[in-house]
């Protein structure tokens, strides 16, 4: 007699067992922890590059304005004119408030761009961007705080005639050269202005 009872207390304990889990699991009225997160991107930093007439440009000089900040080179076939296009079209979508945001082109081709290059380059693309370039060790310093990778491939060890692989992204900074959010290459122009004016 006692085994039947044993096993009829376990039944019902088990029983017991499941039916809480299930109440748990299904019952939505119980509040449930909230999930937080702090800290801040660590992207972005000082630099110091080389820009228009061979004058020194730091971050500080941007101090009070948002950055638009895109990495690439100048001999790029399709990713940086394309993108550097989308970018200008953002900012006339964004009317008087584009005064508020600076677009930075920084080369990642010390070698090939110079600063006078760099300058001539996008002035393509309006009037208002800044193009910046400087040593190799200032250009890796740059890439490096903004986590950009970027690799020279070339198929023949002679000669100028390489192409930078790179990421492709364009970092928003805030008015004080702290991060934002950034925009991923091939964001339309209207998003890419939508984002923009979110944060100005």
């Known amino acids: 007699m006692r085994r039947p009872l044993l096993l009829v207390i376990f039944a019902g304990f088990l029983l017991g067992a499941v039916g809480g889990a299930a109440f748990l699991i299904f019952n939505t009225d119980m509040p449930r922890p909230r999930v937080t997160t702090t800290g801040t991107a660590l992207i972005g930093g000082p630099f110091s590059l080389v820009g228009k007439d061979g004058k020194t440009v730091t ?3 941007f101090r009070g304005r948002h950055m ?3 990495f690439g080179f100048t001999h790029c076939p399709d990713i940086c004119p394309a993108e550097l296009q989308v970018m200008a079209s953002a900012l006339d979508g964004l009317g008087p408030d584009a005064e508020k945001v600076v677009p930075i082109f920084i080369t990642l081709d010390p070698e090939r761009d ?8 996008v002035e393509n693309f309006g009037h208002n961007f800044v193009g910046l370039s400087g040593s190799p060790e200032s250009i890796a310093s740059a890439a490096k705080a903004y986590r950009v990778s970027y690799q020279k491939f070339q198929e023949e060890n ?3 005639n390489y192409t930078i692989d790179h990421s492709a992204l364009a970092y928003l900074m805030g008015p004080d050269g702290e991060y934002i959010t950034h925009i991923p290459y091939g964001t339309p122009a209207s998003k890419m202005t939508e984002t923009l004016g979110r944060y100005l």
């Open 68 to 70: 638009l900040v895109f």
């Open 59 to 61: 971050d500080q000089d």
């Open 158 to 160: 002679v000669g100028d």
């Open 114 to 121: 110079t600063p006078e290059a760099v300058t001539a380059y």
